[in-house]
């Protein structure tokens, strides 16, 4: 069976930081793409981060571009995802998911992080 | 970045009705996929690829269209069915949502 479960989440200062892990366990870790998505509250979806298979290549979402890092181990099969200089609106739950054919095809329960003073 | 938008906003209809949702993109993908999400829960992929469904999906849920123009039809809504429903897309590095459509009772 496959297992995202994420941690870290919490309440931060605006301008502060948290590191979000994920576990992953049930697949073939280190043949997926990885990434965290994220939903404020009572809002949708938007995408924030994406690792390759093996760690090479990432990418960011503008709005979060220079405050945010997104790496992986293979050998603990572990996602993380680094993040400086919170904003209030970086607040929400972050999902950390695998990516599938263009999508994501299982996702984490999420952990919440909340930015505020 | 290619903007997706959905509609209706919200959907009220009976259990045994059909749904049909839209989502039109602000330029050609080849990459689109639907997620339910329920409230307190994760999203579900349900349909990628437009029209293939994911993984014990079943088939009462099926997508369809091409270039701008993707529909997700529920053909006989189950009272399990009724969440807030997203449309996904990825073009070039970047993944973009809708804004949601509610399927409500």
């Known amino acids: 069976e496959v297992q995202l479960v994420e941690s870290g989440g919490g309440l931060v200062q605006p301008g502060g930081s948290l590191r979000l892990s994920c576990a992953a366990s049930g697949f073939s870790f280190s043949g997926y793409w990885m990434h965290w998505v994220r939903q404020g509250p009572g809002k949708g979806l938007v995408w924030v981060s994406r690792v390759d298979s093996d760690g090479s290549r990432t990418s960011y979402a503008d709005s979060v571009k220079g405050r945010f890092t997104i790496w992986r181990d293979n050998v603990k099969n572990m996602v993380y995802l680094q993040m400086n200089s919170l904003r209030a609106e970086d607040t929400g739950v972050y999902f950390c998911?695998?990516?599938?054919?263009?999508?994501?095809?299982?996702w984490g329960q999420g952990t919440l992080v909340t930015a505020s003073s | 970045e290619i903007v997706l938008t959905q509609s209706p906003g919200t959907l009220s209809l009976s259990p045994g009705e059909r749904a049909t949702l839209s989502c039109r993109a602000s330029?050609?993908?080849?990459?689109l996929a639907w997620y339910q999400q329920k409230p307190g829960q994760a999203p579900r992929l349900l349909i990628y690829?437009?029209?293939s469904r994911a993984t014990g999906i079943p088939d009462r849920f099926s997508g369809s269209g091409s270039g701008t123009d993707f529909t997700l039809t529920i053909s006989r809504l189950e009272p399990e069915d009724f969440a807030v429903y997203y449309c996904?897309?990825?073009?070039?590095?970047?993944?973009?949502f809708g804004q949601g459509t509610k399927v409500e009772i």
């Open positions: 998911t695998r990516g599938g054919s263009g999508c994501f095809d299982e």
């Open positions: 330029r050609s993908t080849n990459y």
């Open positions: 996904q897309q990825y073009d070039t590095s970047t993944w973009t």
């Open positions: 690829g437009a029209s």
